[in-house]
């Protein structure tokens, strides 16, 4: 298909107009004819297009976690360990049942107070994921073979309007429920947080390159979505950058929780 060129007569009479107002030195300069626009090529277009996704990866699911509530809105009064228990008997809202956890990491969770060295739930991280000025709950549970389940947490938002009104009275009555808005596993390399996108880093069979996925907020889904996912070059040398402590994750303003380990709850 031959490129489609935009029209340049304007812009140049444009320019020459301002170059002669100016007339000295140093005046404006014409940049020259405008870049051409190339419009998408588009192959095969007697295809006809799908009307359904040929496989469900639970993109977009969520989950409302049972027996949870979070005083006034707030994630970091929760004890991680009890909301992941809890998640355990969680259901999505599609059901795909891609949610699972393998077994011996759900024994794991279930004997996290009798057994805490073996407890796999991570230290817990909170950032304002969907931009409402809230923190969100965010958990890594580790798997076999290296693999980590990363899981968001959401405040319903029959908990989350008190303080607006009602000053330091969050404790007497108001208690919202919790969602699960983001739940995937991978074999990760880390973990980051750019924005309010959380970036998984996962290793490729290519030697050099690295998968990278960022899930960000949809306020449509009201869910983390995989709104990117590529495969990336890695640089020979990689400067770290400073990781975000769970007593330091917190938004702008907000004062976190000091935690200590999941395990215990504290």
């Known amino acids: 298909m031959r490129p489609v060129r935009v029209p340049a007569v ?26 051409s626009a190339v419009e998408p090529a588009r192959l095969w277009p007697d295809l006809p297009p799908a009307s359904a996704a040929p496989y469900d990866y639970g993109e ?43 077994d011996a990491t759900v024994r794991q969770i279930r004997a996290c107070r009798t057994a805490p060295d073996d407890c796999p739930v991570l230290t817990p991280y909170y950032f304002d994921l969907t931009g409402d000025g809230r923190d969100e709950l965010v958990l890594g549970i580790r798997m076999p073979e290296r693999q980590l389940a990363v899981r968001a947490y959401r405040a319903d938002e029959g908990g989350r309007n008190d303080r607006s009104d009602q000053g330091d009275r969050s404790d007497q009555g108001d208690r919202g429920g919790l969602t699960r808005i983001m739940s995937t596993s991978d074999a990760v390399i ?13 290793p490729s069979a290519i030697s050099g390159y690295e998968y990278r996925t960022a899930w960000s907020w949809d306020d449509r889904q009201q869910a983390m979505l995989a709104t990117r996912d590529e495969i990336v070059r890695v640089p020979e040398r990689r400067t770290d950058r400073t990781a975000p402590t769970p007593e330091s994750s917190g938004s702008a303003g907000a004062t976190p929780k000091s935690s200590g380990s999941a395990a215990d709850g504290r």
């Open 60 to 102: 977009g699911e969520t989950a409302r976690i049972p027996g949870i509530t979070v005083p006034g809105g707030d994630v970091h009064r929760l004890d991680p360990v009890a909301v992941a228990q809890a998640g355990l008997k969680a259901k999505t809202d599609r059901d795909s049942g891609l949610d699972e956890l393998p």
């Open 190 to 202: 880390s973990v980051e947080l750019a924005g309010r996108d959380l970036i998984l880093r996962a």
């Open 10 to 35: 304007a812009s140049a009479v444009a320019a020459l107009a301002l170059l002669s107002g100016c007339g000295a030195a140093g005046g404006l300069e014409s940049a020259g004819e405008a870049p």
